[in-house]
Protein backbone atom coordinates (compact mmCIF):
# COMPACT_ATOMS: atom_id res chain seq x y z
CA UNK A 1 0.00 0.00 0.00
CA UNK A 2 1.31 3.46 -0.90
CA UNK A 3 2.37 5.58 1.93
CA UNK A 4 1.14 9.42 2.15
CA UNK A 5 2.98 11.49 -0.12
CA UNK A 6 4.09 15.25 -0.36
CA UNK A 7 5.03 17.33 -3.37
CA UNK A 8 7.52 19.57 -3.57
CA UNK A 9 10.03 17.48 -1.04
CA UNK A 10 12.17 21.14 -1.23
CA UNK A 11 10.74 24.42 -2.04
CA UNK A 12 12.91 27.71 -1.77
CA UNK A 13 10.75 31.16 -1.64
CA UNK A 14 11.01 34.74 -1.15
CA UNK A 15 9.42 36.54 1.77
CA UNK A 16 6.01 38.16 0.25
CA UNK A 17 5.55 35.34 -2.40
CA UNK A 18 2.84 32.65 -1.69
CA UNK A 19 3.12 28.74 -1.79
CA UNK A 20 1.09 25.99 -2.35
CA UNK A 21 2.48 22.54 -1.41
CA UNK A 22 -0.05 19.34 -1.66
CA UNK A 23 -0.20 15.96 0.34
CA UNK A 24 -1.87 12.56 -1.54
CA UNK A 25 -3.03 10.46 1.52
CA UNK A 26 -2.97 6.79 1.82
CA UNK A 27 -5.43 4.96 -0.39
CA UNK A 28 -8.65 5.14 2.35
CA UNK A 29 -8.07 7.47 4.41
CA UNK A 30 -10.55 10.37 4.90
CA UNK A 31 -8.58 12.58 7.73
CA UNK A 32 -5.52 14.70 6.72
CA UNK A 33 -3.83 17.01 8.91
CA UNK A 34 -1.02 19.39 8.53
CA UNK A 35 1.31 20.04 10.57
CA UNK A 36 4.37 22.59 10.91
CA UNK A 37 8.00 21.03 12.50
CA UNK A 38 10.68 23.53 13.35
CA UNK A 39 13.72 23.21 15.87
CA UNK A 40 12.54 25.62 18.59
CA UNK A 41 8.77 24.78 18.64
CA UNK A 42 8.96 21.32 17.40
CA UNK A 43 5.59 19.80 15.78
CA UNK A 44 2.95 22.29 15.90
CA UNK A 45 -0.70 21.58 14.30
CA UNK A 46 -1.82 23.50 11.84
CA UNK A 47 -5.59 22.66 10.68
CA UNK A 48 -7.72 18.84 9.87
CA UNK A 49 -9.62 18.09 6.70
CA UNK A 50 -12.19 15.42 6.68
CA UNK A 51 -14.49 15.04 3.99
CA UNK A 52 -14.06 18.13 2.38
CA UNK A 53 -14.20 19.71 5.58
CA UNK A 54 -11.72 21.41 8.09
CA UNK A 55 -13.00 20.19 11.59
CA UNK A 56 -10.45 21.94 13.73
CA UNK A 57 -7.56 24.49 13.32
CA UNK A 58 -4.52 25.52 15.55
CA UNK A 59 -3.39 28.90 16.17
CA UNK A 60 -1.64 30.18 12.92
CA UNK A 61 -2.22 33.22 11.56
CA UNK A 62 -4.73 33.42 8.45
CA UNK A 63 -1.99 33.30 5.68
CA UNK A 64 -2.01 29.89 6.60
CA UNK A 65 -4.90 27.84 4.84
CA UNK A 66 -5.76 24.54 3.72
CA UNK A 67 -8.06 22.66 1.69
CA UNK A 68 -9.05 19.35 0.60
CA UNK A 69 -10.54 17.54 -2.52
CA UNK A 70 -13.32 15.04 -3.18
CA UNK A 71 -10.08 12.25 -3.44
CA UNK A 72 -8.69 13.04 0.18
CA UNK A 73 -6.19 14.90 -1.25
CA UNK A 74 -5.11 18.18 0.38
CA UNK A 75 -3.43 21.20 0.06
CA UNK A 76 -1.83 24.09 1.84
CA UNK A 77 -1.23 27.65 0.96
CA UNK A 78 0.58 29.95 2.79
CA UNK A 79 0.16 33.63 1.48
CA UNK A 80 2.97 36.74 2.28
CA UNK A 81 5.83 34.38 3.57
CA UNK A 82 7.87 35.12 6.59
CA UNK A 83 11.79 34.19 7.24
CA UNK A 84 9.81 32.44 10.19
CA UNK A 85 7.47 30.34 7.92
CA UNK A 86 10.61 28.43 6.85
CA UNK A 87 9.93 24.88 8.36
CA UNK A 88 9.39 21.18 7.61
CA UNK A 89 5.51 21.13 7.01
CA UNK A 90 4.43 17.56 7.41
CA UNK A 91 0.93 16.12 6.38
CA UNK A 92 -0.75 12.48 7.86
CA UNK A 93 -3.37 11.01 7.02
CA UNK A 94 -5.73 8.53 8.85
CA UNK A 95 -8.47 6.72 8.37
CA UNK A 96 -10.78 8.75 10.31
CA UNK A 97 -9.28 11.40 12.56
CA UNK A 98 -9.61 9.90 15.48
CA UNK A 99 -6.67 6.80 15.34
CA UNK A 100 -2.95 6.80 14.67
CA UNK A 101 -1.52 9.14 12.11
CA UNK A 102 0.94 8.26 9.33
CA UNK A 103 3.18 10.88 7.69
CA UNK A 104 4.44 11.74 4.65
CA UNK A 105 8.30 12.71 4.17
CA UNK A 106 7.56 16.39 4.24
CA UNK A 107 7.93 19.86 2.37
CA UNK A 108 10.98 21.68 3.53
CA UNK A 109 10.55 25.23 3.21
CA UNK A 110 13.07 28.02 2.93
CA UNK A 111 11.99 31.49 2.91
CA UNK A 112 14.72 34.14 1.96
CA UNK B 1 -3.65 24.73 28.56
CA UNK B 2 -2.97 21.93 27.07
CA UNK B 3 0.32 20.93 27.13
CA UNK B 4 2.78 17.66 26.53
CA UNK B 5 5.98 17.62 27.95
CA UNK B 6 9.21 15.01 27.48
CA UNK B 7 11.74 14.24 29.39
CA UNK B 8 14.93 14.08 29.02
CA UNK B 9 15.64 16.12 26.26
CA UNK B 10 18.47 14.15 24.77
CA UNK B 11 19.57 10.52 26.44
CA UNK B 12 22.91 8.96 25.14
CA UNK B 13 22.85 5.18 26.24
CA UNK B 14 25.57 2.23 25.67
CA UNK B 15 24.09 -0.61 23.01
CA UNK B 16 22.75 -2.86 25.53
CA UNK B 17 21.75 -0.70 28.84
CA UNK B 18 17.79 -0.22 28.94
CA UNK B 19 15.96 2.81 29.71
CA UNK B 20 12.97 4.75 29.96
CA UNK B 21 11.38 7.75 28.35
CA UNK B 22 8.87 10.14 29.71
CA UNK B 23 5.83 12.08 28.07
CA UNK B 24 3.71 13.86 31.31
CA UNK B 25 0.33 15.10 29.48
CA UNK B 26 -2.20 17.68 31.06
CA UNK B 27 -5.36 18.14 28.46
CA UNK B 28 -8.58 18.08 28.65
CA UNK B 29 -10.46 15.38 27.14
CA UNK B 30 -7.52 13.01 26.06
CA UNK B 31 -8.65 10.89 23.22
CA UNK B 32 -5.38 8.46 22.85
CA UNK B 33 -1.70 9.32 23.39
CA UNK B 34 0.73 7.96 20.37
CA UNK B 35 4.23 7.39 19.81
CA UNK B 36 6.14 7.67 16.94
CA UNK B 37 9.62 7.48 16.11
CA UNK B 38 11.41 10.31 13.84
CA UNK B 39 14.76 9.71 11.87
CA UNK B 40 16.52 13.15 10.18
CA UNK B 41 14.97 14.03 7.25
CA UNK B 42 12.05 12.10 7.83
CA UNK B 43 8.43 12.38 8.58
CA UNK B 44 7.30 10.66 12.01
CA UNK B 45 6.73 6.95 12.00
CA UNK B 46 3.52 5.31 13.88
CA UNK B 47 4.79 3.04 17.16
CA UNK B 48 1.82 2.96 19.63
CA UNK B 49 -1.02 4.64 20.76
CA UNK B 50 -2.66 4.00 24.22
CA UNK B 51 -6.27 5.21 25.48
CA UNK B 52 -6.43 4.08 28.81
CA UNK B 53 -4.89 4.21 31.86
CA UNK B 54 -3.02 1.20 32.69
CA UNK B 55 -2.23 -0.09 29.41
CA UNK B 56 1.10 -1.58 27.51
CA UNK B 57 1.92 -2.03 23.98
CA UNK B 58 4.91 -3.93 23.11
CA UNK B 59 7.16 -4.00 19.84
CA UNK B 60 10.02 -5.52 19.56
CA UNK B 61 12.51 -3.64 22.06
CA UNK B 62 10.26 -1.13 22.86
CA UNK B 63 7.20 -1.20 25.79
CA UNK B 64 4.90 1.53 26.02
CA UNK B 65 2.80 2.21 29.07
CA UNK B 66 0.04 4.97 30.12
CA UNK B 67 -1.19 6.22 33.88
CA UNK B 68 -3.90 9.05 34.11
CA UNK B 69 -0.87 11.42 34.07
CA UNK B 70 1.98 10.08 32.12
CA UNK B 71 3.47 7.53 29.55
CA UNK B 72 6.82 5.88 29.59
CA UNK B 73 8.38 4.46 26.48
CA UNK B 74 10.94 1.76 27.79
CA UNK B 75 14.14 0.77 25.98
CA UNK B 76 14.83 -3.20 26.56
CA UNK B 77 18.71 -3.81 25.34
CA UNK B 78 18.62 -1.03 23.00
CA UNK B 79 20.67 -1.41 19.56
CA UNK B 80 22.48 1.25 17.71
CA UNK B 81 19.20 1.47 14.98
CA UNK B 82 16.97 2.84 17.96
CA UNK B 83 18.59 5.98 17.66
CA UNK B 84 16.19 8.70 16.42
CA UNK B 85 13.99 11.11 17.99
CA UNK B 86 10.66 9.70 19.95
CA UNK B 87 7.88 12.15 19.69
CA UNK B 88 4.36 11.36 21.72
CA UNK B 89 1.35 12.99 20.92
CA UNK B 90 -1.94 13.58 22.56
CA UNK B 91 -4.81 13.56 20.76
CA UNK B 92 -7.45 15.93 21.71
CA UNK B 93 -11.99 16.27 21.51
CA UNK B 94 -11.92 18.11 18.29
CA UNK B 95 -9.58 16.11 15.95
CA UNK B 96 -6.26 18.10 16.86
CA UNK B 97 -3.34 16.64 18.26
CA UNK B 98 -0.73 17.79 20.19
CA UNK B 99 3.07 16.83 20.49
CA UNK B 100 5.59 16.44 22.91
CA UNK B 101 9.35 18.48 21.66
CA UNK B 102 10.61 14.56 21.81
CA UNK B 103 13.52 13.04 23.38
CA UNK B 104 16.46 12.61 21.11
CA UNK B 105 18.06 9.12 21.96
CA UNK B 106 21.81 8.00 21.01
CA UNK B 107 22.85 4.25 21.24
CA UNK B 108 26.75 3.99 21.25
CA UNK B 109 27.66 0.48 19.87
Known amino acids: KAGVTQTPRYLIKTRGQQVTLSCSPI?????VSWYQQTPGQGLQFLFEYFSETQRNKGNFPGRFSGRQFSNSRSEMNVSTLELGDSALYLC???????????FGPGTRLTVT | EDQVTQSPEALRLQEGESSSLNCSYT??????LFWYRQDPGKGPEFLFT???AGEEKEKERLKATLTKKESFLHITAPKPEDSATYLCAARLGGFKTIFGAGTRLFVKA
Open chain 1, 92 to 102: ASSLSGDGEQY
Open chain 2, 50 to 52: LYS
Open chain 1, 27 to 31: SGHRS
Open chain 2, 27 to 32: VSGLRG
